[in-house]
């Protein structure tokens, strides 16, 4: 079937084995499939999987089809002729799927098909607001339901920081290369490179759940990845992007145990399996944490293109590994 076909001729590019077209013609191309509803939702990173898939084409030896392949349903017949099947969470109506659906997507997942679910992990106290991402490690309550049903025998389970997700195209963090930072462009200001290393991003890494299927990850769900990946038809990437950080500082302890907010507090799962109280202004902002450990920390936001391009160079690594992971796992 053509999904083999796929597959042999990615694996023999992404492991630098002969070339088995020098110049493979279009329909030879790897397509993504992403399933898009209806022609009128409301898509807030329409440019994000084309220019991830331009990188791909730039960076590496696999060659894939910049044009994603659209589907409206699930049963559609030209999802079992790609390998890689990708659903931006957020650009759903909702993730309510026909008996239908369900079966071809067992049957699909089953027969070698890949799975990437991006914002498939969002922290309850997010709300409504998906300007923001928390890494709950966790999937979202829609996406255990729908996969209860589908493969009610499997979970969903964290992706450690040492897993080979994280090494199987890029590893660790983007430096100045990757940033293609000018001589006179402010560097990533020390106290969020800090955070970010120490962490947010700890060795490059993001959180993920997988969904385990035939002795592999058929299945990935993440925080939302596809913020990072777009760039405008001057290369320029777009949207911008801040990051949210948590600092400290002499006295917070005692001050934000009696400080007044208007919104509401959440327990956040962490990956250690401990967590964390979060307290929030209204529309779902977090302003201040209570950690485990019993220390007080708020919430800063830090914005500017140095900042921004640091994003979006890590979410680009980020989705680059997922779409080789694909391929060869």
């Not at 042999?8 to 397509?31: E, K, M, N, T, V």
């Not at 089809?65 to 699930?74: A, H, N, R």
């Not at 309850?124 to 309550?141: N, Q, V």
């Not at 990850?217 to 405008?232: F, N, T």
């Given at each position: 079937m053509r999904l083999a076909v796929y597959l042999f001729i990615a694996l023999a590019a992404s492991f630098g084995l002969p070339d088995l077209?020098?110049?493979?013609?279009?329909?030879?191309?790897?397509?993504i499939v992403q399933l898009l509803r209806s022609d009128n939702v409301l898509r807030r990173y329409p440019d994000a999987l084309p220019s991830l898939l331009r990188h791909m084409n730039e960076e590496t030896t696999a060659k894939f089809d910049t044009d994603p392949l659209f589907i409206q349903s699930l049963e559609d017949e030209q999802l079992l002729q790609n390998p890689i099947?990708?659903?931006?969470c957020d650009e759903q109506p909702?993730?309510?799927?026909s008996d239908g659906e369900k079966q071809a997507l067992r049957e699909y997942l089953e027969r070698g098909g890949f799975l990437y679910l991006d914002a498939g992990i969002k922290a309850s106290f997010l709300g409504s607001d998906l300007g923001h991402s928390y890494a709950a490690w966790e999937e979202r309550p829609e996406v255990k339901e729908l996969f209860a049903n589908i493969f009610p025998e499997k979970v969903f389970v964290p992706l450690q920081r040492d897993h080979e997700l994280f090494r199987s195209f890029y590893k660790g963090l983007p430096d100045n290369k990757d940033l293609k930072i000018q001589a006179n462009q402010k560097k990533l200001p020390e106290t969020v490179l800090s955070f970010v290393e120490r962490e947010k991003w700890p060795q490059g890494t993001y959180s993920f759940v997988g969904l385990r299927i035939k002795e592999r990850i058929a299945v990935l769900a993440s925080p939302i990845c596809a913020m990072?990946?777009?760039?405008?038809?001057?290369?320029a990437w777009i949207p911008p992007i801040s990051f949210r950080?948590?600092?400290?500082?002499?006295?917070?302890?005692?001050?934000?145990?009696?400080?007044s907010f208007k919104g509401?507090?959440?327990?956040?799962?962490r990956e250690d399996g401990l967590k964390d109280i979060l307290y929030s202004e209204p529309g779902q902002r977090p302003l201040w944490v209570q950690e485990p450990t019993g220390k007080w920390r708020i919430f800063k936001y830090y914005s500017g293109e140095e900042i921004s391009n640091f994003a979006h160079a890590f979410y680009t690594r980020i989705g680059?590994?997922?779409l080789m992971f694909a391929l060869t796992n």
């Amino acid at each position: 079937m053509r999904l083999a076909v796929y597959l042999f001729i990615a694996l023999a590019a992404s492991f630098g084995l002969p070339d088995l077209q020098a110049a493979p013609p279009a329909r030879d191309a790897i397509r993504i499939v992403q399933l898009l509803r209806s022609d009128n939702v409301l898509r807030r990173y329409p440019d994000a999987l084309p220019s991830l898939l331009r990188h791909m084409n730039e960076e590496t030896t696999a060659k894939f089809d910049t044009d994603p392949l659209f589907i409206q349903s699930l049963e559609d017949e030209q999802l079992l002729q790609n390998p890689i099947l990708y659903i931006n969470c957020d650009e759903q109506p909702n993730l309510e799927f026909s008996d239908g659906e369900k079966q071809a997507l067992r049957e699909y997942l089953e027969r070698g098909g890949f799975l990437y679910l991006d914002a498939g992990i969002k922290a309850s106290f997010l709300g409504s607001d998906l300007g923001h991402s928390y890494a709950a490690w966790e999937e979202r309550p829609e996406v255990k339901e729908l996969f209860a049903n589908i493969f009610p025998e499997k979970v969903f389970v964290p992706l450690q920081r040492d897993h080979e997700l994280f090494r199987s195209f890029y590893k660790g963090l983007p430096d100045n290369k990757d940033l293609k930072i000018q001589a006179n462009q402010k560097k990533l200001p020390e106290t969020v490179l800090s955070f970010v290393e120490r962490e947010k991003w700890p060795q490059g890494t993001y959180s993920f759940v997988g969904l385990r299927i035939k002795e592999r990850i058929a299945v990935l769900a993440s925080p939302i990845c596809a913020m990072g990946w777009g760039k405008d038809e001057f290369g320029a990437w777009i949207p911008p992007i801040s990051f949210r950080i948590r600092e400290s500082s002499e006295g917070f302890n005692e001050k934000l145990k009696l400080a007044s907010f208007k919104g509401g507090t959440y327990e956040v799962k962490r990956e250690d399996g401990l967590k964390d109280i979060l307290y929030s202004e209204p529309g779902q902002r977090p302003l201040w944490v209570q950690e485990p450990t019993g220390k007080w920390r708020i919430f800063k936001y830090y914005s500017g293109e140095e900042i921004s391009n640091f994003a979006h160079a890590f979410y680009t690594r980020i989705g680059a590994n997922v779409l080789m992971f694909a391929l060869t796992n």
